[in-house]
């Protein structure tokens, strides 16, 4: 009886010892994907909301992706100075002021980010510009 009562505190020990261990990265802020990023952003939403976020990346990536006709563009970040979305068209001012519209955006894309609060995350249909900056060293 008393070799019973002893494997199963044992059993109990060992699976409340892995929770704990489990829980240990609760509340850390780390990159989406891993992707560590040099940029920041100032994001508006659908309802006019905005919000001013570090770190930021698109699906993990530093580059905007979106449909041109028939291809794909993949514009980097550091090109880029604002994004405009709507009715999920995207146009894209770039830093050497051409601009680049008609771009069809993948509604399922979202933008990931740090902010003073914790992390975001939006969907790019919901969003209705980005402005895009390199962190300053």
């Not at 990265?25 to 990023?37: D, E």
């Not at 698109?58 to 993949?74: C, M, N, P, V, Y």
């Amino acid at each position: 009886m008393m070799r019973k009562h002893s494997i199963a505190s044992v059993i109990m020990i060992i699976v409340f010892s892995l929770v704990l261990m489990g829980m240990s990265g609760l509340g850390t802020v780390a990159p989406q994907n891993g992707a560590v990023s040099s940029f920041h952003a100032k994001v508006m939403d659908t309802t006019n909301n905005t919000v001013e976020i570090t770190s930021v990346t698109i699906d993990g990536k530093t580059l905007f992706q979106a449909s041109l006709g028939k291809g794909k563009a993949r514009i980097p970040f550091e090109n880029i100075s604002r994004i405009t979305i709507k009715d999920k068209t995207a146009c894209v001012a770039m830093k050497n002021s051409q601009e680049l519209c008609s771009l069809k955006i993948n509604e399922i894309s979202k933008v990931y980010g740090n902010t003073s609060f914790g992390t975001y995350q939006i969907a790019l249909k919901d969003v209705v510009w980005i402005e895009i900056s390199r962190s300053q060293p």
